[in-house]
């Protein structure tokens, strides 16, 4: 998956799309986030569950255990690795969702330029994505060290010809048992392995060169061309 991401619709969209009825602490803001081009290090809007609260914080994407910070800061973690590995160890316990309305991917097709892509659900519903972090929980203040990686996958059906790999992204059913505290951590490792949803839910279509610089933002860049 590689790191470009649209995020412009606003908290109480993603929540609706979660059914959830719990309490809602939001700390991300009511206003829409209008982020069409997010790229690494970018504060995205992150859900996490505290007993039977959820809550929205705003969160930099990307994160690295304190040992490690003489290394590249990842941004997505291999669901094969990512519950037995030392790297991701700390946050592994701490599920969280980010939802999203897109994501992008670039594919060469004989150009001088990689030709980008956009991927999002064909019933344009936000896509929810299996994620771990470190984030602000309860009385806690964000801390420098905050951050959260997606929890990517082998990309399936059609779409392994847009990118070899792509988001865990689950229905809302699958994404409330992700985030609840007391699924036992055997079978948070069984959802994101194996009950992710398949490529029939997504359509991906060639977007504008635009994307491709990160100082480019605005809703023309999710358009097809």
């Known amino acids: 998956m590689c790191g470009r991401l649209s995020q412009y619709r606003g908290i109480h969209d993603f929540v609706k799309a979660l059914s959830m009825p719990n309490a ?21 809007a992150l ?13 930099r994407w990307g994160w690295r255990p304190h040992w490690s910070e003489e290394h590249p800061m990842p941004i997505n973690a291999r669901v094969e690795k ?17 939802a999203i309305d897109n994501w992008f991917e670039w594919v060469y097709e004989g150009g001088p330029k990689k030709q980008p ?15 771990i972090g470190q984030y602000p929980r309860y009385e806690h203040q964000p801390d420098e060290h905050d951050g959260f990686v997606i929890i990517t996958a082998d990309s399936k059906g059609g779409m392994v010809d847009v990118h070899d790999r792509q988001p865990v992204t689950l ?31 997504f359509e991906w279509f060639k977007v504008d060169q635009a994307v491709g610089n990160v100082h480019n933002d605005g809703p023309g860049l999710i358009e097809p061309i």
């Open 24 to 44: 809602l602490v939001n700390n991300a803001g009511d206003q829409p986030f209008e982020l069409y081009n997010a790229a690494p290090t970018t504060q995205l």
């Open 171 to 201: 229905n809302a059913e699958l994404a409330r048992e992700w985030l609840d505290p007391a699924t036992p951590k055997e079978r948070a490792e069984q959802i994101v392995l194996s009950q992710g949803e398949p490529a029939e839910t």
């Open 47 to 59: 859900f996490h569950q505290e007993g039977d609260v959820l809550h929205a914080d705003r969160v």
């Open 82 to 98: 990512v519950s037995h590995g030392p790297f991701f160890k700390a946050i592994w316990p701490h599920r969280a969702i980010v």
């Open 117 to 131: 892509y956009l991927i999002r659900r064909k019933d344009r519903a936000p896509i929810l994505c299996a994620a």
